[in-house]
């Protein structure tokens, strides 16, 4: 309802610039002289005044920061070399940023006025970043038709307390990729799919059954969303130790201890090792996974299987575009913006960046060439963003120690999620919440 209604309140403003121009007989409508009563001088003048008007600006330059690497690095730099041969307002000057220290590059330098003027990320920083005044609103300056270019799902993670704050590029879940030759088809649910894994390992001596780096919040999200848990309740307040939060942390921890289908010491770099060696079936990751994977292998992708009758709903975070409040040139910026999260833009980032990219048109059409596209975009249609609450940003790692330390270690799910929720919730009063 709040996006329909910043789309109405949008387009009338637009509606009410378009009207309020002085129309052929507006009021202040001024009546050019006649040429004919010009001297040569005033001629000469007014030549010289039409040929300076008439002169092209200088395009402005923007900055831009990132942290994509390999295959989407490629894409986005192939996108902006198009962008500057192509537009006579703006150049962009693309640099990346590593990914770890990226949220603080933000956080310190763009107060300073040292920041970059438009940025690439995730959208779950939005609250922080917002209340911190990082960010500039687009609201105003995009209408109601661009923002039906994309895919709803990634426009409304990007509207906090009423302000559009980015355009999305691209959108990323976690699905599950599966090696053919040990598993040919996904079963449609986790109750199905574990006994099968049991067996395959069985057969295999040395293969593992799933491989995800199951100690994480981001990755336990579908089975948390299963079980009915969310991270904050309808009221806004932290929910870690709810009875679903504690049936989920069981379950996953029956994948390690009794089931024992899922090994313990994953990294992202381990996952991707097991699986391109073949000593995985199956692999719980997002389509940045596509880049690794070793062409040797038959390798499908499917939705993740239901549980218990239930959808396993991943996160969906959605990266977007956003335009720093402090930039100079913020018109360049926000036309920059639209250009990199538009039609052409999104069709190179698709094709050589294998991004499910949030263009509608273009992942539709995109989606008929590549299946694994058109998984993607299956699993967004029940994935629930994370949230952009800026209370979240106290949530992940104690939630990700809480995990490690059920799923693989000792401790029980309840007196870890009630120690957790007990640790966010003091630090969100910490912070003046």
């Not at 637009?14 to 409508?29: H, I, M, S």
């Not at 999305?168 to 030759?181: E, I, Q, R």
């Not at 975070?317 to 100079?328: M, N």
Request: proline content about 6%; glycine content about 8%; hydrophobic content about 45%.
């Amino acid at each position: 309802m709040r996006l329909q209604l910043f789309w109405l309140v949008s387009l009338a403003f637009t509606l009410t610039v378009a009207c309020g121009q002085p129309g052929a007989d507006g009021e202040g409508q001024t009546t050019a002289a006649d040429p004919a009563a010009e001297s040569p001088a005033s001629a000469e003048a007014s030549e010289a005044a039409e040929a300076a008007v008439e002169a092209p600006k200088p395009a402005v330059e923007v900055v831009l920061w990132h942290a994509y690497r390999a295959a989407e690095k490629v894409a986005l730099e192939e996108v902006v070399a198009g962008i500057n041969d192509s537009s006579t307002s703006v150049k962009i000057r693309a640099q990346a940023v590593p990914y770890d220290p990226f949220v603080d590059k933000v956080t310190i330098t763009i107060p300073r006025g040292q920041g970059p003027d438009l940025f690439i990320f995730a959208h779950n920083m939005i609250g922080a970043w917002a209340e911190e005044e990082l960010l500039e609103s687009l609201s105003k300056a995009v209408d109601s038709e661009t923002l039906r270019w994309f895919l709803p799902e990634t426009v409304t993670p990007l509207v906090h307390e009423g302000n559009l704050y980015g355009l999305p590029l691209a959108f990323k879940s976690l699905v599950l990729f599966h090696n053919k030759k040990l598993l040919p088809e996904v079963p449609v649910s986790m109750d199905l799919l574990v006994p099968k894994l049991v067996e395959i390992q069985k057969a295999n001596p040395g293969v593992h059954g799933l491989v995800a780096e199951a100690g994480l919040l981001y990755n336990h999200a579908p089975w948390m969303h299963a079980f009915g848990g969310v991270v904050f309740d309808e009221g806004g307040q932290p929910a870690l130790d709810s009875e679903g939060q504690r049936r989920a942390a069981a379950w996953v921890r029956s994948l390690h201890k009794e089931h024992k289908v899922l090994p313990s010491g994953m990294t992202g770099f381990m996952v991707s090792s097991l699986f391109n060696e073949g000593k995985a079936a199956v692999a719980l990751n997002g389509p940045w996974f596509r880049a690794e994977l070793s062409e040797s292998l038959d390798v499908g992708v499917a939705v993740i299987p239901s549980l218990e009758g239930r959808f396993s709903k991943p996160f969906l975070g959605v990266e977007a575009v956003f335009v720093s409040r402090q930039s100079k040139n913020k018109e360049a910026a926000i036309e920059a913006a639209r250009l990199l999260a538009g039609a052409s833009s999104a069709k190179v980032r698709m094709e050589k960046g294998k991004q499910p990219v949030a263009h509608r048109e273009t992942l539709e059409a995109g989606a008929k060439a590549d299946p694994m596209l058109g998984v993607f975009l299956e699993q967004a249609a029940t994935a629930v963003p994370m949230s952009a609450r800026p209370e979240m940003q106290l949530v992940w790692s104690t939630m990700d120690m809480a995990l490690q330390g059920i799923v693989y270690g000792e401790k029980k799910p309840d007196a870890a999620l009630k120690s957790a929720q007990d640790k966010v919730k003091a630090d969100i009063s910490k912070r003046g919440r």
